[in-house]
């Protein structure tokens, strides 16, 4: 996704960044300004790894990937939205375990280059329920260092906060693996199920054993 064809909500969520790393700048706000050069680089990071890999994201991955990654760090921690709103943080984590499990599974059904016989259905469900359940423990790990090393409170209550998380995690994770099951085995493709299909049809070359009718 270039510059030209990225949707307005990410210009506008870019643009907020560049004035906040501007503004932080101006204040001296180095804690601010270290968020909010992460976050917008974070953004741009899947993006263009993905051209050069030769992989085509859909809109609405792309999308929602900024959209996430900037809930989660500028307003969750500049603008204190994980304190105002107590919903906050399980929204994104049970957002972030179905995007990840999601991820998981396409990453996986890639590398069967779509064979659907290569393994069954439910092995690679379980996989891509793996995948999302390790990056959300790696996540855990980034907020305890973010903690110990900058002083912020990123895991909130501690030890409840992450096993309430990682219990969240595992909820979405759960439910997108039993997406890319449904996906497999039926036809039907509703839901979830047509970000699967999305990525797929703009992929097509990387799917090479995977059956026309799909």
Not at 101 to 107: H, K, M, P
Not at 116 to 128: D, G, K, M, T, V
Not at 160 to 170: E, Q, R, S, Y
Not at 185 to 210: C, Y
Request: with cysteine.
């Amino acid at each position: 996704m270039s510059l030209r064809k990225a949707p307005v909500i990410v210009l506008l969520i870019w643009s907020a960044l560049l004035l906040s790393i501007i503004g932080s700048i101006y204040r001296q706000n180095w804690s601010a300004l270290f968020i909010s050069s992460g976050t917008l680089f974070l953004t741009w990071l899947p993006i263009n790894y993905a051209d050069r890999f030769d992989i085509k994201i859909p809109t609405r991955f792309a999308t929602a990937v900024v959209v996430f990654i900037f809930a989660t760090l500028f307003l969750g921690e500049i603008q204190g939205f994980y304190a105002r709103f107590w919903w906050w943080d399980v929204i994104l984590h049970t957002g972030s375990a179905i995007a990840f499990g999601l991820f998981g599974f396409i990453l996986i059904f890639m590398l069967f280059e779509g064979d659907r016989f290569a393994a069954p259905p439910i092995a690679i469900a379980f996989l891509s329920f793996c995948v999302a359940m390790a990056i959300g423990a790696i996540w855990e790990i980034f907020e305890f260092s973010m903690d110990q090393f900058l002083g912020m409170n990123m895991q909130k209550s501690g030890l409840i906060d992450t096993m309430w998380d990682l219990i969240v995690d595992a909820v979405g994770a759960f439910f997108a693996a039993c997406t890319g099951f449904l996906y497999l085995k039926t036809q039907r493709k509703t839901g979830l199920g047509l970000w699967i299909k999305a990525f797929v049809d703009k992929n097509r070359s990387r799917f090479r054993k995977l059956d026309d009718k799909m």
